[in-house]
């Protein structure tokens, strides 16, 4: 029989691999968080300047990462740095934690504190130009210590692997792990110029517009499907001829006005051209489907002040 005090002992060092067992589990969150800011901007050297610390640093909390993982999550040769594919299934988990732990900092501030830190947005091209960067200088104005990292493209693009905190898209939305908030309808005009009618005739039906020249948005599922809705409920899908297929609507402009083709296009980018009597809206009793316009954020609920701040705003603000 064992002797009080050797059992003693044994069970202090039991409690100890224990207590050595739960803590080698936790997660290491300060080499994810750092292993994200070198994926967000592809260079130790300049992730350990944005997080305000030595490259060594942060080289070395990757290196423990890597160990504790045992696998490699860079390629690192003296001129490239690039994502193993463990390091690209990884990457989204670290943004993941370093945003949460960001969020969660914020959160834990006095909400009298001045709002502070960089926000990243995105936005399609003509829309961005037009409607959001105006949007973005007010915000800035009004908050002079939030910077705003304002992306603006017609691609589709990935918000998480861009490391955005939010975008704006003009799109039905499919069902995804993203949050997205509807903010308004965006119309379709389907329009052409008065030289293009002239010498064409003026279609009175969509199944009309199949022997016309059209004029193609390309960053939709099916650029040459045009769809409507008309009298009595009906509804048409006519397959168009693309003359001109483009992956920016504002581009059309130009064909449009020199009589090219017909256009199928958003008040924003062709307002001013109806405006000036530049093209004609036809086909008035059948109308596009509407595109919706989103604010889409990654999936976590958790945002910093600042993001909320802004996300606010321009549903505010938004203007369509």
């Given at each position: 029989?064992l002797?009080?005090y050797?059992?003693?002992?044994?069970?202090?060092?039991?409690n100890s691999?224990?207590?050595?067992c739960?803590y080698?589990?936790?997660?290491?969150?300060?080499?994810?968080?750092m292993?994200a800011?070198?994926v967000?901007?592809?260079s130790?050297?300049?992730a350990?300047k944005?997080?305000?610390?030595?490259?060594?640093?942060v080289?070395?909390?990757?290196t423990?990462?890597?160990q504790h993982?045992?696998?490699?999550?860079?390629?690192?040769?003296s001129r490239r740095?690039?994502?193993?594919?463990s390091g690209?299934r990884l990457?989204?988990?670290?943004?993941?934690i370093?945003?949460?732990?960001?969020?969660?900092?914020?959160?834990?501030?006095?909400?009298?504190?001045?709002?502070s830190?960089?926000v990243?947005?995105g936005?399609?091209?003509t829309?961005?130009?037009?409607?959001?960067?105006?949007?973005?200088a007010?915000?800035?104005r009004?908050?002079p210590?939030?910077?705003?990292d304002?992306?603006?493209?017609?691609?589709?693009?990935?918000?998480?692997?861009r490391g955005?905190?939010a975008t704006i898209?003009?799109a039905?939305?499919?069902?995804s792990?993203?949050?997205?908030?509807r903010?308004?309808d965006?119309n379709?005009?389907?329009v052409?110029?008065?030289?293009y009618?002239?010498?064409?005739?003026r279609?009175?039906?969509?199944?009309?517009l199949?022997?016309?020249?059209?004029?193609?948005?390309?960053?939709?599922a099916?650029p040459?499907?045009?769809?409507f809705?008309?009298?009595?409920?009906q509804?048409?899908?006519?397959?168009?001829?693309?003359?001109?297929s483009?992956?920016?609507?504002?581009a059309m402009?130009p064909a449009?006005?020199?009589?090219?083709?017909?256009a199928?296009?958003?008040?924003?980018?062709?307002?001013?051209?109806?405006?000036a009597?530049?093209?004609e809206e036809?086909l008035t009793d059948w109308?596009?489907?509407?595109?919706?316009l989103?604010?889409?954020?990654?999936?976590s609920r958790?945002?910093?002040?600042?993001?909320e701040?802004?996300?606010?705003?321009?549903?505010?603000h938004?203007?369509?």
């Amino acid at each position: 029989m064992l002797s009080p005090y050797v059992a003693l002992i044994i069970v202090s060092e039991i409690n100890s691999i224990e207590t050595d067992c739960f803590y080698m589990r936790l997660p290491d969150f300060e080499a994810w968080a750092m292993f994200a800011a070198v994926v967000e901007h592809r260079s130790f050297t300049e992730a350990a300047k944005a997080l305000s610390l030595s490259k060594a640093t942060v080289s070395k909390a990757v290196t423990r990462l890597e160990q504790h993982l045992d696998t490699s999550l860079f390629n690192r040769t003296s001129r490239r740095l690039a994502l193993t594919e463990s390091g690209k299934r990884l990457a989204d988990h670290a943004r993941r934690i370093l945003a949460e732990g960001e969020a969660a900092e914020e959160a834990a501030r006095d909400e009298t504190d001045a709002l502070s830190g960089i926000v990243r947005l995105g936005a399609p091209m003509t829309f961005g130009l037009l409607r959001v960067a105006p949007l973005v200088a007010q915000f800035t104005r009004d908050h002079p210590q939030v910077d705003v990292d304002l992306h603006l493209t017609d691609e589709h693009i990935d918000i998480v692997e861009r490391g955005l905190d939010a975008t704006i898209r003009i799109a039905d939305m499919p069902d995804s792990s993203l949050r997205a908030r509807r903010l308004a309808d965006v119309n379709l005009h389907v329009v052409a110029s008065p030289s293009y009618l002239a010498e064409r005739g003026r279609p009175s039906h969509p199944a009309d517009l199949s022997t016309h020249d059209c004029l193609c948005y390309t960053n939709v599922a099916t650029p040459d499907i045009w769809r409507f809705s008309g009298p009595g409920n009906q509804s048409v899908a006519v397959q168009v001829r693309s003359r001109i297929s483009v992956n920016s609507g504002e581009a059309m402009l130009p064909a449009l006005r020199l009589g090219v083709g017909i256009a199928r296009l958003p008040d924003f980018i062709v307002g001013d051209a109806l405006a000036a009597g530049e093209v004609e809206e036809i086909l008035t009793d059948w109308r596009p489907p509407p595109f919706g316009l989103h604010l889409v954020t990654p999936p976590s609920r958790l945002r910093p002040t600042r993001v909320e701040a802004l996300l606010d705003f321009l549903t505010r603000h938004h203007g369509c």
